[in-house]
């Protein structure tokens, strides 16, 4: 199957999250981007999270996806989207943006480094892009590679376990080093999606779904969800970046 399939395929099997962010989680993520002119969203899915309120609040939005089924969707939403090539173009110019985000899709790439090459290219010099991936080095995933030898291939079904859509695993270090890499002068790299310290029963075999469902009735502040930005690269399920060209 070529990239296109298989996206299209997950797209419109469902199994990816369908709600939007809450006005609260929205400034916290990408507030930085509110008022600059011109946004790409390189990889926007459907337009679901956080594209619509995104684009009432910059000059102008442009999405981008590869697959068809959510190029689709994403139009059916007032959103201007333009198509990802296989090789990860956009038909964009150089210095066209100067602003961009590519929210949890560097974990799906068969080449993340000529992704962000491509987001530094479409960006003005002084533009902002805001990054996410999930962290492999969260201390669930650790225990989970050292005692089990499993990586979290995320969304796993029950159906079929092995196919889950992602493929590349950063943690602190390596998220950091591959948009250097790329040509970013500024990486500033936080913690995001907070810490649940209960999630060390995720390791735990055929009792996690168990475990899991009891911890989640204790109270909030039992998570200790403050240790993911005190230390992002063992405490954060997901990371965060505002990289500056």
């Known amino acids: 199957m070529s990239q296109v399939e298989i ?8 199994g990816h999250l369908t709600q ?30 956080y594209q619509r309120p995104l684009a009432r609040q910059v000059g102008k939005y442009i999405g ?17 989207a333009l198509q990802i090539r296989e090789n990860g173009t956009v038909d964009l110019e150089d210095s066209s943006c100067d602003g961009a985000i590519c929210s949890e899709v560097f974990e799906h790439l068969w080449d993340p480094l000529a992704s962000a090459k491509e987001l530094y290219r479409i ?4 533009g902002t892009l805001v990054a996410t991936v999930p962290n492999f080095g969260y201390f669930p995933n650790r225990i989970q590679a050292f005692f089990r030898a499993r990586v979290p291939l995320e969304p ?5 376990p092995y196919r889950g859509v ?15 890499d790329a040509g ?10 907070g810490c649940r310290i209960w999630d060390i029963f995720s390791c735990a075999g055929p009792f ?8 989640r009735r204790l109270p909030r502040f039992t998570d200790c969800s403050f240790l993911a930005r005190w230390f992002p690269g063992i405490f954060a399920g997901r990371l965060r970046v505002v990289a500056i060209k």
């Open 7 to 14: 996206y299209d395929s997950y797209w419109t099997e469902g």
């Open 166 to 180: 992602h493929i590349r695993f950063f943690n602190k270090t390596l998220f950091k080093q591959m948009l250097l």
């Open 208 to 215: 996690s779904n168990f475990l899991s469902g009891l911890t």
């Open 156 to 160: 796993e079904s029950p159906a079929n």
């Open 123 to 126: 960006l003005q010099p002084g």
């Open 184 to 193: 970013f002068k500024e990486v500033r790299l936080y913690g995001w999606c």
């Open 20 to 49: 939007e962010w809450s006005p609260a989680f929205f400034e916290e993520s990408v507030g930085i981007l509110i008022g600059k002119n011109c946004i790409l969203d390189y990889g926007c899915g459907m337009g679901y999270s």
């Open 64 to 80: 981008a996806d590869i697959s068809n089924a959510a190029l689709e969707n994403a139009r059916s939403k007032g959103l201007l």
